[in-house]
């Protein structure tokens, strides 16, 4: 008999139990959830940066009802950018970036021309802590980029 044959047939042995993440959502001390409008499927975001689909019970065609749990909804990688799938109607999802449903419910309003930002550089990390809108500098003027450009251009041939 080999070791592991050995330990899955000891009944005394503890049973490691899986559990699944997104079925079974923990709370968290000081998590915050608010609730995602205007999707196909109800929706709650937190301010940690997850996203569940809450408790549903749903009437069936022919009598009773079916109750669902609360989930949570998977994240994915793209371009180094949390995603989620959200319904917006059956069968019909859409990708939507994390920090951005995040930034909606726990931000102040966008101002106008700003660009989402993470404070610690890491996009994976999509805490409404760590996200700021930040407006960009206005472009320069044509006039003063030629004149940088001339005076990049007048050193280097000084050079």
Do not use: C
């Not at 059956?90 to 726990?106: D, S, T, Y």
Request: aromatic share 6%; no cysteine.
């Amino acid at each position: 008999m080999n070791k592991r044959s050995a330990i899955q047939s000891d009944p005394t042995a503890p049973r490691a139990r899986r559990t699944r993440h997104h079925l079974r959502p923990g709370r968290r001390p000081g998590e915050t959830w608010r609730p995602l409008e205007g999707w196909g499927a109800p929706y709650d975001v937190s301010d940690l940066g997850r996203v569940r689909k809450p408790a549903v019970a749903v009437e069936r065609r022919r009598g009773g009802t079916q109750h669902y749990g609360e989930q949570l909804l998977r994240t994915y990688l793209r371009n180094g950018t949390p995603l989620v799938q959200l319904s917006l109607r059956p069968r019909r999802h859409r990708a939507v970036r994390v920090a951005r449903l995040v930034a909606a419910l726990f931000l102040p309003p966008r101002p106008p021309g700003a660009e989402l930002v993470f404070a610690n550089g890491d996009r994976r990390d999509v805490r409404a802590a760590n996200l700021a809108w930040s407006v960009p500098p206005p472009p320069l003027p044509a006039s003063a980029l030629r004149r940088l450009l001339s005076a990049a251009r007048s050193r280097r041939a000084a050079e």
